[in-house]
């Protein structure tokens, strides 16, 4: 449709608060950078001059979002979280947003402001990833990654949240919904990553690029438009923030281990599933058909003109899903 194709071509997408390319990118190019890593056994900055580059930047871009109305460090068996908290003027449950991987909280400018005419709005950086949270053991295994959430949660005024997860924020909201779903309300997954399908040969061979810190920008600038649908790559201060996190930050996570449909199907609270149509990060209808066999079809939105990158495409429209979702009787 005429409108559609207006709507991926829309000036905004360029505008420098706009994390499209990048969000997309580094959900695939820090997984598959996980053997490119330093002897220690938590994640850290290399030097203090790329931990000062990447701030700057982690600032620059936290101008695009709403000033948060609480900041947090929640201390947890596996370091300090950073949680920021965000006054919403809607009357629904608090919700708890988990970023892509090597992104961190302004991944979510563009959907802000329509969820907070929701409720409250609660972001975390994830542990032992660039950004304000500081790892401080080691997370071995899937148990791990869900027990730091599950404390970081447990120390908000609320019981549970409506947990919500973009690319392996997704997937990290699911692996903490199977194992604590005393913390979730509701589950929103949104193009997670090794939760419907695996992530396609030809990806992470593209992705190699943007993992290899000598490797020139060009090759990542190619790889971040391939997962954006082909949208050219701006030099903004999220971009600038996301790279220097790959070039500067050595993760010491676990690569995430796929969900397996039993998982899914027992999950005991409302699950919506939402999943781009041009993803290159699964086979779109293989997850598709997983998500609606395992949640039931109702559960799942497929946004068929949409990249990796849906939630700064379709910012709105998400959230109005999101909305429907969560005031449900």
């Not at 090597?102 to 409720?119: C, E, I, Q, R, Y």
């Not at 908000?156 to 392996?168: A, R, Y």
């Not at 190699?208 to 790889?223: H, L, M, S, Y």
Request: charge should be negative; charged fraction near 20%.
């Amino acid at each position: 449709m005429d409108a559609d194709n207006e709507r991926r071509t829309r000036p905004w997408l360029l505008r420098p608060r706009v994390l499209v390319p990048m969000i997309a990118a580094l959900s695939i190019a820090a997984l598959c950078g996980y053997f490119l890593r330093s002897p220690s056994p938590v994640g850290h900055w290399n030097n203090a001059e790329g931990e000062a580059e990447f701030f700057t930047a982690y600032d620059q871009a936290f101008e695009s979002m709403p000033e948060p109305a609480e900041r947090m460090d929640v201390r947890t068996s596996f370091g300090v979280v950073r949680v920021y908290r965000f006054a919403g003027t809607g009357d629904a449950s608090p919700m708890l947003l988990l970023p892509g991987t090597a992104s961190s909280t302004p991944v979510w400018a563009d959907t802000m402001p329509s969820l907070l005419k929701l409720g409250d709005v609660y972001t975390l950086d994830l542990l032992g990833e660039p950004g304000r949270s500081i790892q401080a053991s080691p997370i071995s295994d899937a148990e791990d990654e869900a027990e730091w959430l599950a404390e970081a949660i447990a120390a908000l005024p609320e019981d549970s949240v409506n947990l919500i997860g973009l690319s392996l924020g997704g997937w990290t909201a699911a692996n903490l919904a199977i194992r604590h779903p005393q913390h979730v309300k509701t589950l929103t997954l949104i193009d997670p990553v090794q939760t419907f399908d695996g992530i396609p040969v030809e990806t992470i061979l593209r992705a190699i690029p943007a993992t290899v810190p000598w490797f020139p920008k060009a090759g990542r600038d190619a790889f971040n438009s391939y997962t954006a649908g082909g949208i050219e790559v701006e030099d903004v201060p999220v971009a600038d923030m996301i790279e220097a996190g790959m070039h500067h930050y050595s993760m010491k996570k676990p690569q995430p281990t796929r969900i397996t449909e039993p998982e899914l199907t027992d999950l005991s609270m409302p699950v919506l599933a939402i999943i781009a149509g041009r993803s290159v990060m699964h086979d779109p209808e293989t997850a598709t058909a997983t998500a609606r066999r395992a949640l039931g079809t109702e559960a799942v939105q497929v946004y068929d003109d949409a990249s990796h990158a849906l939630t700064g495409e379709y910012p709105d429209e998400i959230a109005a899903d999101i909305g429907d979702f969560i005031t449900r009787p």
